[in-house]
């Protein structure tokens, strides 16, 4: 499978919400299910935004003033799903709050005033917010994942503190900001 290039808005979280993702990507490392998102090096994340044609410079203003106007968002990872495509995807889903859900869509008002163009998956109106737990997982696997992933014992709940810009793939980050700092003009 070729790797897919492009760039990504991605939503990171607290320390202890991190770490709880962190044991379930160990732990399906572990049992030989899924190594993927740590051989890319990924880091816990949401994805908000992905493009394979952007240039990175025009997130970095948009994301940079956004951040400043935006508080941490409270998360909540409720429940696992996965996506009905070829990558074997499973997931955390958080619970669609409306403040998650503004939070895109105020992402998304912003990128198009900057004349970005946004894929139709990360329209506000299809957008599905996930955290990715494993990816290319065999279909023989997929229910020992599931099982692995269920001792979290969700929900699991916390914070998203940072938003950044990656290039993938391996993951390599542009940079992030915090939710809520302001800067020094």
């Known amino acids: 499978m070729a790797m897919s290039q492009g760039y990504a808005i991605e939503l990171y979280f607290d320390p202890a919400l991190e770490n709880q993702v962190l044991k379930a990507w160990n732990a399906l490392a572990r049992r030989q299910i899924s190594t993927h998102?740590?051989?890319?090096?990924?880091?816990?994340?949401?994805?908000?935004?992905?493009?394979?044609?952007?240039?990175?410079s025009k997130l970095e203003n948009v994301v940079k003033y956004f951040a400043s106007k935006?508080?941490?968002?409270?998360?909540?990872?409720?429940?696992?799903?996965?996506?009905p495509n070829d990558n074997n995807v499973l997931f955390?889903?958080?619970t669609?709050?409306?403040?998650?859900l503004q939070f895109h869509s105020q992402l998304c008002d912003a990128m198009r005033?900057?004349?970005?163009?946004i894929r139709d998956e990360y329209r506000p109106d299809s957008w599905v917010p996930y955290c990715p737990v494993a990816e290319e997982v065999p279909k023989s696997r997929?229910?020992?994942?599931?099982?692995?992933?269920?001792?979290?014992k969700l929900p699991v709940t916390g914070y998203a503190m940072d938003i950044g810009v990656v290039e993938y793939s391996p993951v390599r980050e542009h940079f992030s900001f915090m939710l809520g700092n302001t800067f020094e003009a």
């Open 142 to 152: 997929m229910a020992d994942a599931f099982t692995v992933v269920r001792d979290l």
């Open 113 to 117: 005033k900057e004349g970005i163009e």
């Open 70 to 83: 935006q508080d941490s968002l409270p998360i909540s990872f409720s429940s696992i799903g996965t996506l």
């Open 92 to 94: 955390l889903a958080p």
């Open 37 to 56: 998102l740590i051989e890319i090096e990924s880091r816990p994340h949401i994805t908000l935004f992905s493009s394979p044609f952007i240039d990175p």
């Open 96 to 100: 669609p709050s409306l403040s998650l």
